[in-house]
C-alpha cells in the first residue's frame, strides 16, 4: 500500500484532506429541492465505494506491505467494530451537520461544528496517541477556537432578526461538532503505525465506510419521519422522482469526503522520524472549516448584505484559523 515517507507529501495529503472536507458539502448546493435525508442516501452510497476504490488502487499499489485485500482479511475483530463505530458516530454528527447546513448555510455550520469537532477530536486523538509539540498543537487549536466564537457573532448579526433559526442552527452544529470530534479516535483506535500493529489506513477507511452505510438506513429512516430542520416530514417517493444529476452530486459529495478521509488516515501514519500523529493529521484536515466558509462567504454569497461588523468579525475569524492550522502544521517539526 502506498504510504507517504516525507512529511511534505504527508502535509499535501493533510492540505487535501482539508479541501476535500471543506468543499463536499457544496454538492448539496448544486441540488435545490432535494431534502438532505434523500440526498444523503446517495452520499453514504458513494463514500462506501470511494473507500473500496481506493484500497483498490492506492491501497494495493506500493512498496508497503501489507496489501489492501490481505491487510482486510487478516484484520481482527476489535479493529473491525472500532472503525465501524467510528462510522456510526461519524454519520449521527454528519446527519446533523447537513441539517446545520439546511437551517443556517455553510458560512455557519461548519465553522462552528467541525471547528469545535477540530478541538474535541484533536485533544482525544492526542490524548491516546500523543504525538507532535503540544505547545504547538494547543496552542492552534486555542486560535481555532476564538475563530469559532468569531463566527457565531458573525452570524448573529446577519441574522438578528431571526433569532429561531439562529439558535436552532448554532444548536445543531454545536451537538453535531461534539459528536464529529467523538469520531476520530474511535475510528483510528487501532490503527497500525510503525510502533503498533494492527490494519493500515485503506483497511480503516473500509470498515469505516461500512459503519456508516449500515447505520445511514435507522439514522435517515428517523431524520425523514421527524426533521430537525423544522420542515414537513420526508416522503421517501420523492428519491425516486429526483433528477439523476442530483443522485451523482450526492454520490460524488460522499466520495470527495472519503478521498479526504483517506488521506487523512494515510497522512497520519506517513513513515517518518517524527511521527504526525493522529492529533495532528486531524486537526489539519479540519481546517475544512476554512475551506468551506470561503465558499459560503465568497461562492455563494451568504454574507451579501451584512452588515459591515459582521464582516469585519468574519475576516478576523479567517486570520485566527489560518494561525492557528499554521501552528499545527508546524507541531511535528519541532
Known amino acids: 500500500m502506498f504510504v507517504p515517507e516525507t512529511y511534505q507529501a504527508a502535509l499535501f495529503l493533510m492540505i487535501l ?16 429541492g432535494f431534502r438532505f435525508q434523500l440526498f444523503y442516501w446517495d452520499y453514504a452510497i458513494g463514500l462506501a465505494a470511494g473507500a473500496v476504490v481506493w484500497g483498490l488502487t492506492a491501497g494495493s499499489l506500493g512498496s508497503t506491505p501489507p496489501g489492501f485485500l490481505e ?3 487478516r484484520a481482527p475483530m476489535g479493529a473491525i467494530l472500532f472503525a465501524a463505530l467510528g462510522g456510526v458516530v461519524f454519520n449521527i454528527a454528519n446527519l446533523l451537520l447537513v441539517a446545520a447546513i439546511d437551517v443556517a448555510g455553510l458560512a455557519v455550520a461548519f465553522p462552528v461544528g467541525i471547528g469545535l469537532a477540530l ?12 504525538a507532535g509539540n503540544p505547545v504547538f498543537l494547543f496552542g492552534g487549536i486555542a486560535l481555532v477556537t476564538l475563530a469559532i466564537i468569531l463566527d457565531a457573532a458573525a452570524y448573529r448579526q446577519r ?25 476520530y479516535p474511535i475510528a483510528t483506535h487501532d490503527l497500525g503505525t510503525a510502533a503498533k500493529a494492527g490494519p493500515g489506513p485503506y483497511a480503516i477507511a ?14 435517515n429512516l428517523l431524520l425523514m419521519a421527524k426533521p430537525l430542520d423544522g420542515k414537513p416530514p420526508v416522503a421517501g417517493a420523492g428519491y425516486w422522482r429526483a433528477p439523476l444529476g442530483w443522485h451523482l452530486a450526492g454520490v460524488l459529495g460522499g466520495a470527495i469526503w472519503c478521498v479526504g478521509a483517506v488521506a487523512n488516515f494515510v497522512a497520519s501514519v506517513a513513515h517518518l522520524a517524527r511521527p504526525i500523529g493522529p492529533a495532528v493529521s486531524y486537526s489539519i484536515g479540519q481546517g475544512a472549516t476554512m475551506i468551506s466558509a470561503c465558499w459560503g462567504v465568497f461562492v455563494w454569497r451568504e454574507f451579501a448584505g451584512a452588515p459591515r461588523s459582521a464582516k469585519l ?3 478576523l475569524m479567517f486570520i485566527f484559523f489560518a494561525l492557528g492550522l499554521g501552528a499545527v502544521a508546524l507541531a511535528p517539526l519541532y
Not at 27 to 32: A, D, H, M, N, Y
Open 206 to 219: 473500509l470498515f469505516f465506510a461500512l459503519g456508516v452505510l449500515l447505520s445511514t438506513i435507522p439514522a
Open 71 to 73: 491487510d482486510v482479511a
Open 159 to 183: 441574522e438578528a432578526s431571526a433569532k429561531d433559526t439562529t439558535t436552532r442552527g448554532i444548536v445543531l452544529s454545536l451537538v453535531a461538532g461534539v459528536l464529529m470530534g467523538g469520531w
Open 119 to 130: 478541538v474535541v477530536g484533536s485533544v482525544s486523538s492526542y490524548f491516546f496517541k500523543p
Open 313 to 315: 468579525l468574519l475576516l
Open 17 to 32: 484532506s482539508m479541501l476535500c472536507w471543506g468543499s463536499w458539502a457544496n454538492t448539496l448546493k448544486l441540488c435545490p
